[in-house]
């Protein structure tokens, strides 16, 4: 009933959610559209090293600056980054249509698409470090679940009009820069509604680094932002069991992507886009039902038992790929999409409730660099030891123990749950405004 009720009273919640939903078509139109330019695009050729490198160069910049340019989100005004990263992000999306346009090698592409890839975490770190100013501390976990679900179905519509507008426009160059300008309107839009919040309405309410310029505060953001991840021991243990996700999870997307490009699956044809739907469409599943399934567990069992739990489905899902056919795909795609969302939703909730507002942008911004850093690791070592088919039995089974080792390290970490709601009350200077 809280979760109906926040709904219901809390303006500063629509608009929120509307910020993050527009925010999260316009990446996945970008995205797909990205996706489809290089990857099936019949003007340019990538190979598995070439794949890994460009998610490098994606996604690697920005988790080196993320940790330090965090600091802004506990120094500005939040509502003000997140309507000019927006229009920023519009701006980078028309110079990598123009690159696309002209033809540039996809390195020229992809450093232009970097600018779009740092401005996306950016406002996403924003979004969840602004949420407890709008939903109270008690239906923050549902928050997150019903934010994330309807974000993840909106990031599959952008890719459905990116889909649309490439069936329109055509799969070349020329055509491939027109369908990358839908996400820089959908971005320009996301800054509008952003600008209707009252000025700090999303924090920080005690910004850090007070009366020091933003320079002094980038400075030191990344040590501020550890400090406050090491020092409280759920966000710590949390963070280290999305790290040891998204590693496996990056193994497993070249691996997949090699083996529908290389082999003949049955119902999952290789060399066409529809095949990475399937495998895609397979995770966002896993995903929705973990929208539903996480805020009951944490609210039963805890935190601790939520974040096992995951990770022992994950370890299950892992290992059946060991014998690879378009069942164990797909109901490894299920799985895996079901246990890495409950991490993801239980690490969105012990930042929130855990750290002080002062420092929850930094922190959430140590993490998407933890994210996408392991992410693209385990790109690069997938790209050097797999086979050109993708399929590595022996590969599979070390991830598989990755996740059950980070199952137990969880279970023993982490600290038990003095109640089960698992969402313990901050002490008061730490409590975010009453709306």
């Known amino acids: 009933m809280g979760f109906i009720r926040s709904l219901g009273h809390s303006p500063g919640l629509w608009r929120l959610l509307l910020v993050r939903l527009t925010s999260q078509l316009s990446d996945g139109a970008f995205q797909a559209a990205l996706a489809f330019s290089i990857l099936f695009n019949p003007d340019r050729h990538t190979d598995p090293m070439a794949v890994a490198a460009g998610f490098a ?4 910049p920005y988790s080196l600056i993320g940790p330090f340019a965090g600091a802004l989100l506990d120094h500005w005004d939040r509502r003000r980054v997140l309507v000019w990263v927006n229009v920023l992000r519009a701006a980078a999306v028309a110079l990598v249509a123009l690159a696309m346009a002209s033809s540039a090698p996809a390195g020229v592409v992809l450093v232009a698409a970097l600018v779009v890839t740092g401005c996306s975490r ?9 949420l407890p100013h709008v939903a109270s501390r008690e239906v923050l976990i549902e928050m997150n679940a019903f934010f994330t679900t309807l974000g993840a179905a909106v990031l599959g519509l952008g890719a ?3 889909a649309g507008l490439r069936a329109v426009f055509g799969s070349g160059d020329n055509g491939s820069a027109a369908t990358l300008l ?8 996301s800054a509008g509604i952003a600008a209707g919040f009252a000025r700090r309405f999303l ?28 020092s409280t021991r759920t966000v710590a243990v949390v963070l280290s069991a999305i790290g040891v996700h998204r590693f496996v999870f990056g193994i497993n997307t070249l691996m997949l992507l090699l083996i529908v490009r290389s082999v003949n699956l049955g119902p999952i044809r290789g060399h066409d886009v529809g095949a990475l739907a399937v495998i895609g469409g397979g995770v966002a599943i896993g995903a929705l039902v973990a929208a539903f399934t996480t805020p009951l567990l944490v609210h039963r069992i805890g935190r601790r038992w939520t974040i ?13 790929l060991v014998h690879i056919s378009w069942t164990t795909i797909c109901v490894s795609a299920v ?25 929850r942008g930094q922190v959430f911004a140590v993490q998407d660099a933890l ?21 590595a039995p022996t590969l599979v089974l070390l991830c598989g123990g990755l996740y059950f080792f980070a199952a137990v390290g969880v279970w023993l970490r982490h600290p038990r749950d003095r109640r089960t709601s698992a969402v313990s009350a901050p002490p008061a200077a730490m409590r975010p405004r009453s709306l």
Not at 182 to 189: C, V
Not at 371 to 391: E, H, K, Q, R, Y
């Open 57 to 60: 160069v994606l996604l690697l």
């Open 122 to 130: 950016f406002v996403a770190s924003g979004l969840s470090a602004s």
């Open 160 to 162: 459905g009009i990116s």
């Open 182 to 189: 839908a996400g820089a309107a959908i971005a320009l839009i």
């Open 203 to 230: 924090g920080p309410d005690t910004p850090d680094d007070r009366g020091h310029s933003a320079l002094y505060a980038v400075a030191h953001g990344l040590r501020h932002g550890l400090r406050a991840a090491a």
């Open 308 to 320: 096992v739990t995951g990770l022992a489905v994950a370890t299950a899902a892992e290992l059946s």
């Open 335 to 359: 799985a895996l999409g079901l246990a890495g969302q409950t991490i993801k939703l239980c690490g969105d909730l012990a930042m929130q409730a855990d750290i002080s507002d002062t420092y």
């Open 371 to 391: 994210f996408n850093t392991a992410f693209v690791v385990a790109m690069f070592l997938g790209a050097s030891i797999l086979p050109l088919d993708g399929i």
